[in-house]
């Protein structure tokens, strides 16, 4: 047993890190306990992605494990980045004190379990305001997110402006062998046949490009949220991860899903032009999905 960690404690911090989501599922973090405080450092090992996607799953990391220890009893406290001279520490959550988890605290811990990642079409049914309200609410809830996290919800004509950066970064990736591949797992979130086309000249399923018009409105029926960060300075972007599983697992207690797209917005200046078309006050760095999930011709609900 760690001190201040009981068995259990560090069984329970176990489980909800190795749930937290992250790209490639690449896990790029590591957790210590030490005396009461449970320190989230970054593996630099890991170099499957670009490292704004590794500090943002590392964000959605440390969430897990505030709502883990909250589970417990346990108050907590805490900091990004809180040793300039130790970049590799990206945050550490200190236990505070104790005190009864309250009804949110249970919810989205029972919500950790239950959180996938859900790219196909959605049921045809629309998500509440008020749910969105509460979703985009809880994200900006604790450690300053509203001063460096931004969040719009894509309504009307923003779903085009959204359409054409998607296929302008699927053209962009055409161009690239590597790229190739990553078109289809954005783009088939809104086809579920994905626009798939067979290259006889390497023998390969490469990927299409979709319709602009047809893709907005695709868009347009569902409920997507833009992230974007104040800056791309690794506190914005761990803070901009926290952000993100927030909103998620309060998806999910609303018994929605949802999943996530960071690839289209690293293509070449895919992100700076959806934001010059958004007028968003950051750079996007993240778009979420949510929805009922659909079975048939109904809905899980």
């Not at 040793?83 to 590799?88: L, Q, R, V």
Request: proline letters at 5%; charged letters at 20%; aromatic letters at 4%.
């Amino acid at each position: 047993m760690t001190d201040g960690w009981s068995y259990s404690d560090t069984d329970v911090v176990a489980g909800v890190i190795a749930a937290a989501p992250s790209v490639y599922d690449s896990q790029p973090w590591d957790v210590r306990l030490i005396d009461r405080r449970a320190e989230v450092r970054e593996r630099t090992s890991v170099h499957c992605s670009p490292r704004a996607d590794l500090l943002i799953s590392c964000g959605a990391a440390v969430t897990n494990l505030e709502v883990g220890l909250r589970a417990l009893g346990r108050n907590t406290h805490t900091d990004v980045l809180p040793d300039p001279t130790n970049p590799e520490l990206l945050a550490v959550v200190e236990s505070t004190g104790s005190s009864a988890p309250n009804s949110t605290d249970l919810r989205q811990f029972s919500a950790i379990s239950r959180r996938r990642s859900h790219r196909r079409q959605f049921a045809d049914i629309a998500v509440p305001a008020d749910t969105i309200s509460d979703i985009v609410a809880a994200a900006h809830r604790g450690t300053n997110s509203a001063d460096s996290v931004f969040i719009r919800v894509i309504g009307g004509d923003e779903s085009a402006a959204l359409a054409e950066t998607l296929t302008y970064s699927a053209k962009l990736a055409q161009h690239n062998v590597q790229q190739k591949r990553e078109v289809f797992p954005w783009t088939s979130h809104w086809n579920p046949g994905g626009f798939e086309t067979i290259d006889p000249d390497r023998s390969v399923i490469t990927q299409g490009v979709p319709d602009t018009d047809s893709l907005a409105a695709a868009i347009e029926s569902e409920t997507v949220l833009v992230f974007s960060a104040h800056t791309t300075t690794a506190e914005h972007l761990i803070r901009l991860g926290m952000a993100v599983e927030r909103a998620w697992l309060t998806a999910v207690d609303a018994r929605l899903c949802a999943s996530v797209l960071t690839h289209p917005l690293r293509v070449e200046d895919a992100a700076t032009r959806l934001a010059q078309r958004l007028s968003l006050a950051g750079e996007p760095q993240l778009l979420m999905r949510i929805g009922y999930r659909g079975t048939g011709n109904g809905a899980e609900l």
